[in-house]
């Protein structure tokens, strides 16, 4: 373990140590219920999720606010040991994995596709690792071209066993405009990252992802599945047709056809554990921090809460209540939200049990937003 993981861990240590439960201001009473008032207003909307759950973290005081059910039929609420799907919160573990070969020197943001990966579209060969995890590199999305669509609907039980396939959907497309000049959100990104990641590593990503962070952070209920299997416990994820019975979509497809753009698996506990030591500083250091933290217009997909800038690998988000970092997905079955302040020390993340947008069941999602808010106040209340 590295002087910097050990020493936010024994922080985090002492902070459970200290008065945790003392008690709580009215401010952060407030706000407390705030929040709760706002995941109920998620799940009775027409066409809401089953579930919603919120951590949130103060220091060494942990909360967790639910509402809703985990399953439909089933009276129990989400848990926070239950695992779900973190759809494109899988993205700032490929950003986390990647930094942390930054600092150990393995990696440079200034490393290119053509560098290390020589066999991808030429026309990519000047695209940067910072570009890649800035979405600044012009570089399509895989996820929207008929090839891929096609292949996914013919056999979504089982995805491609190297991610390098996914990018070969693809072809020689040229990039949408000239590298690190436009942003555009796309789920290449993480695929060129995670590539990267193995050429400069020597490792599968799944295992560079597991020595670089899964481990050093202690996310032992975390993983990258490879199969449609969810691990038990889990919260089962819906399709909540405007009519009729939610459809539970939580085992229809492969993970392994989103791999490091939207593939993971996480508990509440341990996603709130990793926006703690990822956004705090844990497995990288000032100058990595800084440089990933130079920020670009550009927002999460779906957005995140108030103002959005995009860093590597990572967002700001700037709401009236105050500024974290983090990162936001959606994926069958799943909306989540993570994200911390810039030393880690208040934390929250927001999962609900349907893939929801502003495209999509757009009153679902716009009080999903509000609740977010909620969630980014309650975290930062004093």
């Known amino acids: 373990m590295s ?15 200290a008065p945790a439960l003392a008690q709580a201001s009215k401010a952060t009473e407030r706000a407390d219920r705030a929040l709760d008032r706002a995941l109920q207003r ?14 949130i973290q103060r220091g060494g005081d942990r909360q967790v606010h639910t509402a809703g059910v985990a399953e439909v039929g089933e009276r129990g609420a989400p848990r926070p040991r239950m695992h779900m799907r973190l759809a494109s919160t899988s993205k700032a573990f490929s950003g986390a994995t990647a930094l942390a070969l930054v600092q150990k020197g393995k990696l440079s943001l200034d490393d290119t596709v053509g560098d290390l990966l020589p066999d991808l579209p030429s026309a990519w060969r000047r695209v940067t690792l910072q570009e890649a995890l800035q979405h600044t590199s ?32 693809l072809g020689d497309a040229p990039l949408s405009f000239p590298s690190g000049s436009d942003y555009t959100y796309s789920n290449s990104d993480n695929i060129v990252v995670a590539l990267m990641v193995e050429a400069a590593s020597g490792l599968s990503y799944r295992k560079a992802l597991r020595k670089y962070v899964l481990k050093p952070l202690g996310l032992g209920q975390t993983s990258l599945p490879s199969g449609p299997a969810m691990p038990a416990p889990y919260m089962h994820g819906y399709d909540v047709p405007a009519k009729g019975a939610p459809d539970d979509v939580s085992e229809i497809f492969d993970p392994r056809w989103t791999g490091a753009s939207g ?55 700037r709401t009236d209540c105050g500024t974290v970092f983090g990162h936001t997905g959606n994926i069958f079955g799943f909306t989540q939200l993570l994200a911390a302040t810039k030393n880690g020390r208040r934390s929250l993340t927001v999962s609900a049990t349907e893939q929801l947008s502003p495209s999509e069941r757009k009153s679902v999602f716009k009080r999903l937003l509000a609740a977010d808010e909620k969630a980014v106040c309650a975290a930062l209340a004093r």
Not at 42 to 55: L, Q, S, Y
Not at 149 to 162: K, Q, R, T, Y
Not at 272 to 286: C, D, M, P, S
């Open 42 to 55: 998620v799940v009775d909307t027409d066409e809401g999720p089953p579930g919603v759950i919120a951590v």
């Open 263 to 317: 593939g993971m698996v996480a508990t509440p506990f341990n996603l709130n554990a990793f926006a703690r030591g990822y956004v705090g500083g844990a497995l990288f250091g000032k100058r990595v921090r800084k440089q990933q933290l130079e920020l670009v217009r550009g927002g999460s997909e779906p957005p995140g809460p108030g103002q959005n800038r995009a860093g590597a690998g990572i967002f700001r988000y």
């Open 138 to 169: 012009g570089i399509p999305t895989f996820t929207a071209e008929e090839s891929f669509l096609e292949a996914f609907s013919s056999d979504p039980l089982h995805g491609p066993a190297n991610q390098g396939k996914l990018l070969s959907y």
């Open 3 to 17: 002087s910097r993981v050990a020493a936010f861990v024994a922080v985090a240590l002492l902070a459970l140590a």
